[in-house]
């Protein structure tokens, strides 16, 4: 299910200001070059600079804090965790150990520095596109991505992801809300509680899935009464506004 | 007559008869409404009439020409249809981009599929919404922006499946004077489908009521409403001020020579009463 910072990250790309009028392929671009640079470019000055590069955007742009957090947090945490493995496991030269319940855990030189350059390259890259998400809206992506000749059924598919998305959250948070002013959420605490939650949870992923199925159905009836041909083209369309 | 269908017969797998012998004729250039209870099979009929459900039995002609003879395209380009739900409808990302959907698949050229874009946003009053995600538009604008689409193929007749559900009142007369503006300035046939029998006197030049796959009653609202019994028998009723004029008829022994059906023809009722002129009002 879609989480609201989700909405709401499509909400602050849809502002005015200096970044989301940029052109939509040149973000692209940059974004890409900078992606490539993190990831492919030994060290730690580079991922460094362009974290901090993407902050200062963010600030710039007033983006709150929790939604900054929210984005940021799940992928960190994942390279917490993997720094932590590479500092325990990577074998090298042993830089300090310590005593814990009568284990001893010992950290290796070799695997600071990998585990720290995959936690910074984790970092600056989820910041990058971060800073992509808060600028562009998505259909602007999408055109971008033609432009670049990515297969267009990908991209279709990536922007009727992206405009039905709100209809299926705005369905499923309808569902959810009858559901609870019935009691189908009573208390998470108790394990006849929790049962009766799981239940609601998975009926209403059930019903939210057949309304998309007649969703589409309906969708793909309007389409052909204006002449859908498999190709929803809109990179053609010459914006005059 | 624009559209003319004989005998039309539709059965879903699940065996629900959804039409069962429906004659049904639209001359060119009127305000038709298609009248109907819930599961009347209104929506059915116009997947039908607009080639999307294919009839098992029954002759559809467009113009006179049978419906098989038409292409999709030539078929598209004279019949447009805006569906309940504008969220069916609208699938691009922004309203531009959908309303320039049926423009590009005409393979006009840019700055054609550009012109009717702006055309019909304006037709509708929405130009400015042209770069506007569409999720972020209200119901009515949605509608507005549904039928913009339609209006961008720049077709003869429009059939809508139910325009005016889930709007506030405003929202109603708004949808239903842009109908009106398109069928009287642009010439476009409308067909439009409700269960709303107040509006229907307000608007309609012709009605059918559909009820359980079949046409039960087809004429000018007048003709049709003067059939109590039969509009009652199908799961609708009178329209308030038609209802009111017959209860004062009958329980308050006022002279009401013709059912009136908006407020302005039971305006002139009353006062013809109080006035103990009868006979001014029915002429």
Redesign the interface.
């Known amino acids: 299910m879609v989480k609201e910072s989700y909405l709401m990250v499509?909400a602050l790309a849809?502002r005015d200001n200096t970044f989301t009028r940029m052109d939509a392929r040149v973000k692209v671009l940059l974004s890409v070059l900078a992606l490539a640079a993190v990831v492919g470019l030994p060290g730690f000055k580079l991922p460094l600079f362009i974290f901090a590069l993407t902050s200062a955007l963010i600030l710039a742009i007033r983006v709150p804090f929790k939604i900054v957090a929210g984005r940021m947090l799940p992928p960190v945490f994942l390279g917490i965790v993997v720094f932590l493995f590479m500092a325990l496991f990577h074998q090298g030269s042993q830089v300090f150990s310590l005593e814990m319940l009568g284990l001893e855990l010992k950290i290796y030189g070799e695997g600071l520095i990998l585990g720290t350059t995959v936690l910074l390259r984790i970092i600056s890259s989820v910041s990058i596109l971060l800073c992509l998400s808060l600028t562009t809206?998505?259909?602007e992506l999408?055109y971008a991505l033609i432009w670049f000749h990515i297969p267009r059924v990908i991209v279709e598919i990536l922007?009727?992801t992206?405009?039905?998305l709100?209809?299926l959250w705005d369905e499923g948070m309808r569902i959810r809300q009858a559901q609870a002013m019935r009691l189908g959420y009573p208390d998470w605490r108790n394990p006849a509680g929790w049962k009766k939650a799981v239940n609601s949870t998975s009926t209403l992923m059930a019903m939210v899935f057949i309304r998309a199925y007649d969703?589409a159905e309906?969708?793909f009836?309007?389409?052909?009464?204006?002449?859908?041909?498999g190709d929803?083209?809109?990179q053609?369309?010459?914006?005059?506004? | 007559m624009i559209i003319e269908v004989h005998q039309v017969q539709y059965t879903y797998s699940d065996g629900t008869k959804a039409l069962e012998g429906v004659d049904f004729e639209i001359p060119g250039g009127q305000f038709t409404i298609l009248l109907g209870p819930n599961g009347s099979g209104k929506t059915t009929f116009f997947?039908v009439i607009?080639g999307?459900l294919n009839p098992e039995q029954g002759d559809i002609k467009i113009e006179g020409r049978p419906f098989r003879e038409f292409s999709?395209?030539e078929l598209?380009k004279r019949?447009?249809?805006v569906?309940q739900?504008p969220?069916?409808?609208?699938?691009?990302?922004?309203v531009?981009?959908d309303v320039?959907?049926?423009p590009?698949?005409?393979k006009l050229s840019?700055?054609e599929?550009?012109n009717r874009?702006?055309e019909s946003l304006e037709m509708v009053g929405i130009?400015h919404l042209?770069?506007k995600?569409?999720?972020?538009l209200s119901y009515g604008q949605k509608k507005r922006a549904a039928i913009a689409?339609?209006l961008a193929?720049k077709p003869d007749i429009i059939i809508l499946d139910e325009p005016t559900a889930g709007l506030d009142p405003a929202g109603v007369r708004e949808i239903m004077e842009l109908l009106v503006k398109l069928n009287k300035k642009e010439k476009i046939t409308i067909l439009m489908a409700t269960h709303d029998v107040d509006l229907v006197p307000l608007y309609a030049d012709r009605i059918f009521i559909l009820h359980m796959g079949h046409i039960l009653l087809a004429g000018t609202p007048a003709e049709v409403f003067s059939q109590k019994e039969t509009v009652r028998g199908a799961q609708l009723r009178l329209p308030r001020v038609a209802h009111l004029a017959e209860i004062l008829a009958k329980r308050d022994h006022m002279a009401v020579a013709e059912l009136p059906l908006t407020i302005g023809e039971a305006r002139k009722m009353i006062l013809a009463n109080v006035n103990g002129d009868v006979n001014a009002y029915g002429s």
């Open positions: 499509d849809q809206p998505v259909h999408g922007l009727l992206y405009r039905y709100f209809v969703r309906n969708t009836s309007a389409m052909q009464i204006r002449g859908y041909n929803i083209a809109g053609r369309y010459k914006k005059t506004a | 997947k607009t999307l999709r395209e598209y019949i447009g249809f569906f739900d969220n069916d409808q609208l699938f691009a990302p922004t531009g981009d320039a959907f049926g590009i698949n005409l840019p700055d599929v550009s874009v702006r130009p042209i770069n995600p569409v999720h972020y689409g339609v193929m």
